[in-house]
């Protein structure tokens, strides 16, 4: 069984919104920072919003500051990110991941465990 299942990625016009979903049904989710990463053709993997263990703390890479909205609920085991005011830069494969490591928020990718297997995201007119 995967540990963590994303959906919600598709085609997009440059200003419109989609909503990411990942749930973990297997995981004791709320022991678990987690990020959203994204990775487009040619370019390294990169941070993109993580949120630690409590929700209560959220941290945005700037390029995302503003339109993005990570959140999680830890009772139904899953994590959303909405994303609004989308651009052509935002364009790429988005990942879910979650670690026990740590409980406040980072964006290195190598403090995450478990990933997801990716949701294509793009953003076109």
């Known amino acids: 069984q995967a540990r963590l299942v994303e959906s919600g990625g598709g085609l997009v016009q440059p200003g419109g919104s989609l909503r990411l979903s990942c749930v973990a049904p297997?995981?004791?989710?709320?022991?678990?920072?987690i990020a959203w990463f994204r990775q487009a053709p040619g370019r390294e993997r990169e941070g993109v919003s993580c949120?630690?263990?409590?929700?209560?703390?959220?941290f945005y890479a700037d390029s995302v500051k503003g339109r993005f909205t990570i959140s999680r609920n830890n009772s139904m085991k899953t994590t959303s990110l909405q994303m609004n005011t989308l651009k052509p830069e935002d364009t790429a494969v988005y990942y879910c991941?979650?670690?026990?490591?740590?409980?406040?928020?980072?964006?290195?990718?190598?403090?995450?465990?478990?990933w997801g297997q990716g949701t294509q995201v793009t953003v076109s007119s």
């Open positions: 949120i630690e263990t409590t929700g209560v703390i959220t």
């Open positions: 991941a979650v670690t026990r490591r740590i409980s406040i928020c980072t964006l290195k990718t190598a403090t995450y465990e478990y």
């Open positions: 297997a995981l004791a989710l709320e022991d678990y920072a």
